[in-house]
């Protein structure tokens, strides 16, 4: 195939080896962690530098020519999938800690460095980077920065956004911008603020600036086993209730329990349908004294079983089989949808028992693991793409759980953001006018609609659909989803 | 000035005239004073909870709310705002807090404003009533523009209605004063008591008297062994009740600047507390554990040159009078939200 003069411009423009246009090499960028869907990219451009950055993205403004930033490619809603005749910008080789400064407790990144790296490089200082998404081992802070990324903590720590202070981008006009800075205060109108949880759809992060927090001495990590799921959403209610601030609040049921037993070997109590999961952290004199309270709550909460981690090991497996629980899912089924829709906390056992309904009604599985402290829904729907209308039956499921969020007051993203797949809910959860304003405020930053073209808002033609099932990376059993 | 009563008559007061900017208390007056044509629309009427659900850890209240008759609200179910809101005394509303972007010495535990608005409502520069960001503690769909009208000063719409996420608030708190010696020596102790297994709830400074002045709260048993532990490291002392009760008082309502003088906030890092201290002719406060600056003139004294972000809330110094980056971009989205400056431009 002849090379499109546009090509031969951009091969021209950066070093050689920077910019790859051959099909085996793009093949890797099709898709991402949202598998049904896959496009191929006119050509990937590799940078090593800002700079490299810089001038791709000039030069995409200049050709008008569609661009799709991408970390590592783990999105669940289909956000760094390519754009057809466009390109991908991948940034994973620009993965410098350009900055760590443990008496401010803030680290300055490039946005390929990868989330549990952060962490790592502050430890030594007794710091730690918060946002926890289950993909941090892979996922990196400019994929989260663009998604705002959550975790098992946000209830009490938030989520990326929270922990972002200041960043450097290169705006999708060319324009490169500073916002914020080393500061946990600002002055003026909170401009990160603004371009975290953009979605790719302003341009791209070059530089981000975040806090660091001190590790908490002390963990008290318990598991509680009940015979209904309602009985353990009762439990979280009453945890919250009562004053305590729980690092994190997570419930998993029936089938993710099974599912983790199979995967991981994980041990629950014997008869359970569901079973909640509740961290309290902090210095050790405040949590022993915090535990007696729990230990009072979930002494009336009706457990069959209540299992206290003794140690760092016990602590270590109650996460494994939590975090693993979703993947572990996955393999009872060849594919599967996972969503992220938020309710209020108070009709949790609600939404529960509407899901079961639906997936009974339907003969669609649905497993639930979620961070019930802060009304996180995780439905993970389950079907065989081979079967024909499975896909179709999954995808109806999805949406009446996306609608009943909505109905309820919610969110139909906690953290997963809109992307590709939930393009067409975003006008159900705002009206005709709120989504004027989100598309004036993306034309602000990009006038021509070249950055990750097709996410976020409704449009015409639909990304294609292929094959299914897990994420490479959780087949390679590296991570697993939450 | 207009006084709207209800969301719709905002809306409308919004749109009957070409220039307007939305005013509070008036708390903290620099933020709106702006030239004479543009109409001054009070929220004062526009006041209540519209929602509380004690049991979510969320409320929506109108932009004209007082702050102390939510913090009353949210004290009776054992809940508070983590960021202490400032001038709560003085009869700060909700939203000209969020315009301001002011948050109080318990923003160094759990974060500040920003970390704990959730969704607004508000009238753009078209008078369309639009809400954005949600009601429930976690949300990522669609632009976070709650998030940029924190310190946005009324430039970029008028508030109608904010909600927030508010925490539990434990029971017991203890207040301790640490001797710093000198401006060194207290930068040193913000920056080493922050990295700590204290998990402290406020760490400001009281340069004027070389002093450090930490909370911490909790059950009463823990605290008291934590509050020995870091009097053991540092020559200090735990405040009385009264006295603690009106350390903080203090704080959030500015009882130590110059009354009727210059006050503004700046944005600095620990590192900078130093250089802070040493501003000529200021009396100046840390708070956030060496993250924001107050610098307080008397009437008639010139501001000093600010190497940092900063905000003039009270007197004569201009508005943004530190450092001050403009970029194209911030232009773009005063257009799209406002494109015919019906709210005053940040620099005016
Ligand atoms: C197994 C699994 C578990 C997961 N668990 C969680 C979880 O617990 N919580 C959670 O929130 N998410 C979770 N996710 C989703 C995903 O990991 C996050 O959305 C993550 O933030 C994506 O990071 P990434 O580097 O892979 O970004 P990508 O997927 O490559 O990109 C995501 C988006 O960011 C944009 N982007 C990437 N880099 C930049 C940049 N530098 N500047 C501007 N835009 C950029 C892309 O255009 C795209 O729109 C999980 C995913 C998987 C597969």
Not at chain 2, 293 to 299: D, H, R
Request: aromatic share 6%; glycine share 10%; with cysteine.
């Amino acid at each position: 195939m002849e090379t499109p003069s546009v090509l031969r411009r951009l091969l021209a423009l950066l070093p050689t080896g920077r910019v790859l246009v051959e099909a085996p090499a793009l093949a890797a960028y099709e898709s991402d962690g949202l598998t049904a869907f896959r496009t191929r990219p006119l050509a990937v451009v590799v940078p090593e530098t800002q700079d490299e950055v810089i001038a791709a993205v000039r030069f995409c403004h200049a050709e008008k020519l569609p661009f799709v930033a991408r970390g590592s490619g783990t999105s669940l809603s289909g956000g760094s999938l390519p754009v057809a005749g466009g390109i991908v910008i991948t940034l994973n080789r620009l993965n410098r800690i350009v900055r760590l400064d443990p008496a401010q407790r803030i680290a300055v990144v490039e946005p390929g460095v990868v989330n549990s790296a952060v962490t790592l490089a502050a430890q030594p200082h007794g710091l730690h980077y918060a946002p926890d998404p289950s993909s941090q081992p892979v996922c990196t802070i400019g994929g989260n920065v663009a998604f705002n990324a959550g975790g098992a903590h946000c209830l009490k720590y938030g989520m990326t956004s929270n922990h972002v202070l200041g960043l450097k981008a290169v705006l999708a006009t060319g324009e490169v911008v500073e916002f914020g800075g080393a500061s946990r205060e600002q002055v003026g109108p909170d401009w990160t603020g603004l371009f975290v949880g953009n979605e790719g759809l302003f341009g791209i992060a070059l530089e981000i600036t975040v806090q660091l927090l001190p590790r908490a001495e002390t963990f008290h990590t318990v598991l509680a086993g009940y015979q209904t799921l309602e009985q353990a959403g009762d439990a979280v209610s009453a945890v919250v209730a009562s004053g305590l601030l729980p690092g994190a609040l997570e419930i998993m049921d029936a089938l993710a329990l099974e599912a983790a037993v199979a995967a991981v070997h994980a041990d629950y109590p014997p008869g359970c349908e569901a079973v909640a999961i509740v961290e309290l952290e902090g210095p050790r004199e405040v949590v022993a004294a915090d535990r007696l309270r729990l230990e009072e709550i979930l002494a009336k909460s009706g457990a069959v079983e209540v299992r206290v981690a003794k140690d760092a090991a016990e602590r270590l497996a109650i996460w494994k089989g939590r975090k693993s629980a979703f993947s572990a899912v996955g393999r009872l089924s060849p594919d599967f949808i996972v969503q992220d829709g938020v309710v209020p906390r108070r009709r949790l056992g609600e939404a529960l028992r509407k899901i079961s309904g639906w997936s009974r009604e339907m003969g669609v599985r649905c497993a639930n693991v979620f961070h019930a402290g802060d009304g996180n829904l995780h439905p993970l729907i389950l079907y065989d793409g081979r079967e024909a209308g499975a896909l179709e039956r999954a995808e109806q499921l999805a949406g009446k759980i996306l609608r009943m969020c909505i109905e309820m007051g919610g969110s139909i993203t906690g953290e997963h953001g809109v992307g590709v797949e939930k393009r067409e809910y975003l006008p159900e959860m705002f009206g005709a006018e709120e989504m004027d304003c989100l598309k004036r405020i993306r034309a602000a930053f990009d006038p021509l609609g070249i950055a990750n073209p097709g996410k976020m808002f409704p449009e015409k033609n639909a990304p294609t659909l292929t094959q299914h099932g897990l994420h490479p990376l959780e087949q390679a059993g590296v991570i697993s989803r939450e | 000035m207009l006084s709207p009563g209800s969301i719709s008559n905002l809306v409308e007061c919004v749109r009957s005239a070409p220039r307007v900017i939305a005013i509070g208390a008036g708390t903290k007056p620099r933020l709106s004073r702006v030239a004479t044509d543009v109409v001054r629309l009070s929220t004062l009427k526009l006041s209540g909870i519209v929602e509380y659900e004690p049991s979510e850890f969320t409320f929506t209240a109108l932009a004209g709310t007082p702050l102390r008759d939510i913090a009353a609200a949210l004290a009776e179910k054992g809940q508070y705002l983590p960021f202490d809101p400032m001038l709560a005394e003085a009869g700060a509303t909700l939203g000209g807090t969020v315009a301001a972007g002011l948050s109080g010495p318990g923003r160094f535990r759990f974060g500040g404003l920003r970390d704990f608005i959730l969704g607004v409502r508000f009238v753009d520069g078209e008078g369309r009533l639009l809400r954005l960001g949600g009601k429930v503690v976690k949300n990522a769909a669609g632009f976070d523009l709650p998030k940029f009208f924190v310190g946005s000063a009324g430039r970029f719409g008028a508030l109608a209605e904010i909600s927030f996420k508010v925490f539990p608030r434990a029971v017991t708190a203890l207040t301790l004063r640490i001797e710093a010696g000198d401006a060194v020596a207290v930068g040193r102790i913000l920056a080493e008591a922050a990295n700590t297994r204290w998990e402290l709830d406020a760490l400001e400074a009281v340069p004027a008297e070389r002093a450090v002045m930490t909370r911490l709260v909790g059950p009463a048993a823990a605290i008291e062994v934590l509050a020995k532990e870091i009097l053991g490291r540092w020559p200090g002392a735990v405040l009385g009740e009264a006295e603690a009760a009106a350390f903080w008082r203090g704080t959030a309502e500015f009882a130590w600047a110059h009354p009727g003088g210059t006050l503004v906030k700046v944005a600095v890092t620990p590192a900078d507390v130093p250089a802070l201290l040493s501003l000529p002719a200021a009396h100046v406060r840390v708070s956030a554990g060496g993250n924001a600056g107050y610098v307080s003139l008397p009437g008639g004294a010139a501001l000093p040159e600010l190497r940092w972000p900063a905000v003039t809330l009270r007197g004569e110094a201009p508005l943004w009078p530190g450092a001050k980056p403009r970029f194209e971009i911030m232009r773009a989205v005063k257009s799209s939200l406002d494109p015919r400056s019906r709210f005053p431009n940040l620099d005016e």
